[in-house]
């Protein structure tokens, strides 16, 4: 046969015919042979006829999906161009690859143009930084809210996947927020130029990201001493914030809250904190209107409040997860604005409701 005449020339064959399938403008009898070609020389035995192959034909439209599936799976040599560049391939191909479990294949493809959300949830899941450093830096490739946040919770500390993800084209709001808590100066600086955020809400977020901070020393506090003297010392430096009290409170932390709004209050902690736990709400109506913390913020605390003891009185089952969702799903029905997500950024945007209007959000 004609294929078998070229001999030690099949790399030559497949290079030419990658060209002209490339270029197009083939009749149809040319189009059927160049296929029967293809078919052949994707199953040579030579890796380098398969490359050459591979490499010329890589951004045919022409090329049928099956056999563009074939050299995607073959060895990486072969399948890194295809992966990289094939437009036939869908993401049911490409979803199927990643499942396998090959880096280099995972990075080919974390660089092709116009990633879907679901092929780029799909990079992040693998977890391989080398797979998900190539992803970020591709501008065209769609990623979600939750692969975000999933990304965050997995590499937020790393350096180098922080300068990746600031230096998106876009990013959404609560990926900025949390990014701003936890990279350097330089780093916010950046994130203040790339994503237009205002230089003074970079430094409200600086402010949540240190009371989350501080709420695991105050987690570790073993006593009414203990607590008192660290509220005595938050409230000479202004640090019991209405925010740090929703936080301590909903993280369970009712004896420092119970201080802390005693505090406020300018009333005996133990009276306190004992009213709290006997009577719940309507003891945190009288505290509260001592305080002077902010009017709407009230049913929040109330909210938060009576999740904890019903938790305590439950003797603490059921994981603190669920516990809040239960928040997060009551304090969505309570202030209509409030986009339901992560605890945290839904007590980020209480801490920006406006004081006249409850239901708006500062802009």
């Known amino acids: 046969m004609v294929y078998a005449r070229w001999g030690t020339c099949r790399p030559q064959l497949a290079a030419g015919l990658g060209k002209a399938m490339a270029k197009g403008g083939l009749t149809a009898e040319e189009k059927a042979v160049a296929l ?31 056999i563009a599936l074939r050299l995607a799976r073959d060895v990486e040599a072969v399948a890194v161009p295809i992966l990289q560049s094939s437009p036939v391939l869908t993401d049911e191909d490409l979803l199927s690859i990643i499942s396998d479990g090959d880096p280099a294949k995972q990075r080919a493809i974390a660089g092709r143009d116009a990633l879907s959300e679901a092929v780029s949830g799909a990079l992040i899941d693998t977890g391989q930084k080398s797979v998900i450093e190539i992803l970020l830096a591709n501008d065209s490739a769609e990623i979600s809210d939750v692969s975000y946040r999933s990304l965050l919770d997995a590499f937020g500390g790393d350096g180098a996947i922080q300068e990746l993800m600031v230096e998106r084209p876009v990013l959404p709001f609560p990926v900025k927020e949390r990014l701003v808590c936890l990279v350097s100066k330089a780093l916010q600086a950046r994130i203040i130029q790339k994503h237009a955020l205002p230089p003074a809400l970079v430094e409200q977020l600086g402010q949540h990201g240190r009371e989350r901070a501080l709420l695991q020393s105050l987690a570790a506090l073993k006593g009414g001493r203990e607590i008192d003297t660290a509220v005595s010392r938050l409230a000479r430096t202004k640090g019991l914030t209405p925010t740090l009290l929703l936080r301590a409170l909903s993280a369970g932390l009712l004896e420092f809250f119970g201080a802390g709004m005693a505090a406020l209050a300018r009333v005996p902690s133990a009276n306190a904190q004992n009213a ?36 305590r009185h439950a003797g603490h089952t059921g994981p603190q997860a669920e516990m809040e969702q239960r928040i997060i799903s009551n304090l969505v029905h309570a202030y209509r604005q409030i986009s339901p997500d992560s605890l945290e950024s839904v007590i980020y945007q209480l801490s920006r409701l406006k004081a006249d209007n409850p239901d708006a959000l500062l802009g």
């Open 276 to 311: 709290l736990r006997k009577a719940g709400t309507p003891a945190l109506n009288s505290l509260y209107a001592r305080t002077r913390l902010p009017a709407q913020l009230q049913p929040a605390f109330q909210i938060m409040l009576e999740e904890v003891l019903e938790r």
């Open 36 to 66: 029967e070609v293809l078919k052949t020389l994707i199953r040579d035995t030579e890796v380098e006829v398969r490359r050459t192959l591979a490499e010329h034909i890589k951004s045919s439209p022409l090329l049928p999906r099956e």
